[in-house]
């Protein structure tokens, strides 16, 4: 088994619709959780953390279900340059990033 | 934008050869940590350097080795390459070693071919 699991997608959506990614982690350890975006053939960069309270950054939610070890981000009013893949991150091993494989977007008009 | 670079850009080796990727952290940034990212795969962890010394390594073998030096600049050795090595590399350096409270902010990556 995987330590995160993601469902790959892709997720084709209309602009302005409103979309939402699972993921899922195997340590119960685990202490940080993160979502990532990465567009087509470039760095990976930090969209937001992601707390037990969960935490709203405009557009985007993310919230983090300790008890079933998951993890979801939600996009509303989804835009153009949304599309890209949404990685689901966890730490582990206390110095280590565990990625899981993404999941695609793609917003179209 | 992160001020973590890369170099080269993108590398084709054949398959035995030995390869080196360079990176330059943010100034004041003791930690760099490598991956591997595979196509359609997320990043997989190959090791972490902290102030110059080895601070946890991924499940790689022995040919992947990595250099970190005191001017914020870090080297990632392949040897033996292998077909299957063929990947993005990417840098990401932090603040300290503690990855779950410290931001990593990648490099824009080094694609390696090996053929």
């Known amino acids: 088994r995987k330590e995160v699991e993601q469902d790959p997608g892709p997720f084709n959506v209309p602009e302005g619709a409103t979309v939402a990614f699972n993921c899922t982690y195997s340590?119960?350890?685990?202490?940080?959780f993160l979502w990532y975006r990465q567009d087509c053939r470039k760095e990976p960069k930090l969209l937001m953390s992601?707390?037990?309270s969960g935490n709203e950054d405009g557009r985007f939610t993310a919230q983090l279900n300790r008890a079933s070890q998951y993890i979801s981000l939600l996009i509303r009013d989804s835009k153009l340059s949304d599309s890209a893949t949404y990685l689901c991150?966890?730490?582990?091993?206390?110095?280590?990033?565990?990625f899981g494989a993404g999941t695609i977007l793609r917003v179209k008009s | 934008e992160t001020g973590v670079t890369q170099s080269p850009t993108h590398l084709i080796k054949t398959r035995g050869q030995q390869v080196t990727l360079r990176c330059s952290s943010q100034?004041?940034?003791?930690?760099v940590s490598w991956y591997q990212q595979a196509l359609g795969q997320g990043p997989q962890f190959i090791f972490q350097?902290?102030?110059?010394?080895?601070?946890g390594r991924g499940n790689f073998p022995p040919r992947f080795s990595g250099l970190q030096f005191p001017n914020y600049s870090s080297e990632l050795n392949v040897n033996a390459l292998e077909l299957d090595d063929s990947a993005l590399y990417l840098c990401?350096?932090?603040?300290?070693?503690?990855?779950?409270?410290?931001?990593?902010?990648f490099g824009p990556g080094t694609r390696l071919t090996v053929l």
């Open positions: 990401a350096s932090s603040l300290s070693g503690r990855a779950g409270t410290d931001t990593q902010y």
């Open positions: 340590n119960s350890a685990s202490q940080s």
């Open positions: 992601v707390y037990s």
């Open positions: 991150v966890v730490n582990g091993n206390g110095n280590k990033l565990v």
């Open positions: 100034s004041g940034h003791n930690t």
């Open positions: 350097y902290y102030r110059e010394e080895e601070n």
